[in-house]
């Protein structure tokens, strides 16, 4: 097995002695590291009903780069342990490497060790390390008055797994194809968080997995500020619009895993994050400005009154 | 929860940013670094009717140092990844940290990081990295007429295993309790292993977790060799003599989970390398020699016959 693995992969730069021995030796450029760890559970984070072991491979190394790309780094190295049911043969594990390794080579990320296992149900433990930009962008640093900003568009994920769960209806082909593509195989948003962090740009930034309100609310604590979210600012494709409207902002403001970026911006840096999106290699949209924490966190209608809330998000340990 | 963890845990040297932010930020004392990984799950590789949770938490830090202590390197860095069953609470949690925590601090490893889910049972993922010596020792690197050591004794983890399955006998409660704490909280030999490579004495080496002839095998492959090991040589401890006498070998030869290590070195180390116990904080002892990869791997009874060896080790994809 691990010789298949071994040979299935590319060596990568810097990796001075990769898969097959007690560790793997790897070179940096900078004397520091960002290290970052997430672990999917069959049953818990994935349904292999609703999803290939291509896709599933693919995205347990995107939520792992979207980690990296929250601090403005750069992957270098990832590590993957996996435990394996034996309904799943060597076929079904090559395609979760090709599609692990899809990603790996698109950015530049070598695979360089892990673990495999017997298990009873499908377990994914990855790790990634990178590369800091001279100053890492934590979520402590946003102040009242900063704007905020988001990557991409939100609620896509959400809405695709929605759609999964329920069958998917004859018509709107195109626009559920897309969503059920945001769902499965989500874009780290690599170079937007990289030229944040080295333009200086962003005083925190998280990226977006457990939905816009939940993972705001984590920056809100760290810097301990509050914010006020414009609804009708927030950002909706075509194919979310065309699937519930723009009316029903809830997939936007609390579904999960849709690993775009979330940041904060001086006010003065307006202008100039405004003309940003050739650099960043999608579009940042404004749609909030923090505020003093007393105040907490609000989303206001297009009339300036506060939404009722109901979720702040997913939570790992709500029973499902 | 993660707060629970993040005041539990010290913070380190050269840790920069540690628990609570989407990744750890860590400092490298060269521009190197030696990583490693392994997934334990319920069921597969322990069983919470014979271990605390205290002694689970120790051993996963303890069998991921064993790796960076083959490699001759020094630990730094720990990211630790549960998947936790409803039924384990809080307390539980908190008696798994305080093992990780115990053994993390007595070895100088700060744990930066992770993620912690729910799950069906309990799912430990633990990447653990490190500062390499100038030269990491691999498994490739013996040649035929090297000399091959082990250090400590060897079996006990798998008799303890064993006394453990089948219920303790009332009587040599002292043998007993000694082999469970083989068992239960193996030592990294972490001081040995860095002794080794720095000192340039070990031309290939590899921790014994699936058992000596398993081990032993990986290495042979990777250098293209053969061995020959001396069954009256092997170390066996009192508590082993106690229990089974030092004729049965076979938990010495095949048993998995000792964490000692393995190495070849030259001949004419061997002066040298017989002076070292004050320098490794552990015995080290003579068992056998490389050979022509053509004769494959014997061990020799006392007459030089051979012993006819029925399984080479633990395969973690063996029907159990």
């Not at 072991?53 to 995205?59: D, N, Q, R, T, V």
């Not at 018509?171 to 897309?178: E, F, H, K, L, N």
């Amino acid at each position: 097995m691990i010789e298949r693995i071994r040979r299935a992969t590319a060596p990568g730069r810097g990796v001075r002695l990769g898969i097959g021995d007690d560790c793997a030796w790897v070179y940096h450029s900078t004397g520091s590291s960002l290290i970052t760890a997430d672990l999917l559970i069959e049953g818990v984070h994935f349904n292999l009903k609703w999803t290939s072991l291509f896709a599933l491979g693919y995205k347990s190394l995107a939520v792992n780069l979207s980690d990296i790309a929250a601090m403005g780094g750069v992957p270098a190295y990832a590590i993957l342990s996996l435990g394996i049911p034996p309904r799943l043969d060597s076929k079904h594990i090559d395609e979760f490497y090709r599609g692990f390794n899809r990603l790996a080579k698109n950015c530049g990320v070598a695979l360089v060790g892990g673990d495999t296992n017997l298990a009873e149900s499908l377990i994914i433990s990855v790790c990634v390390i990178g590369h800091p930009p001279a100053r890492p962008v934590g979520r402590k640093g946003a102040k009242a008055g900063d704007d905020i900003y988001v990557t991409g568009t939100l609620g896509d994920s959400a809405l695709g797994l929605e759609l999964l769960r329920k069958r998917l209806p004859s018509a709107r082909q195109g626009a559920i194809a897309q969503l059920l593509a945001r769902h499965r195989q989500p874009t780290p948003r690599l170079a937007a968080g990289s030229f944040l962090a080295k333009e200086n740009l962003a005083t925190a930034m998280i990226d977006i997995s457990d939905g816009l309100l939940q993972d705001l609310s984590h920056v809100c604590e760290a810097s301990n500020i509050g914010a006020i979210i414009w609804n009708e600012r927030l950002p909706l494709s075509r194919a979310y619009r065309t699937m519930v409207g723009s009316d029903r902002t809830s997939y936007a403001l609390s579904g999960g895993e849709d690993y775009e970026l979330l940041f904060c911006a001086r006010a003065r840096k307006r202008a100039r994050l405004e003309s940003l999106p050739a650099r960043t290699e999608v579009k940042i949209t404004r749609i909030g400005r923090c505020v003093a924490a007393r105040r907490g966190i609000s989303v206001l209608d297009s009339s300036g009154k506060p939404l009722a809330l109901q979720s702040k998000g997913h939570d790992h340990f709500k029973k499902q």
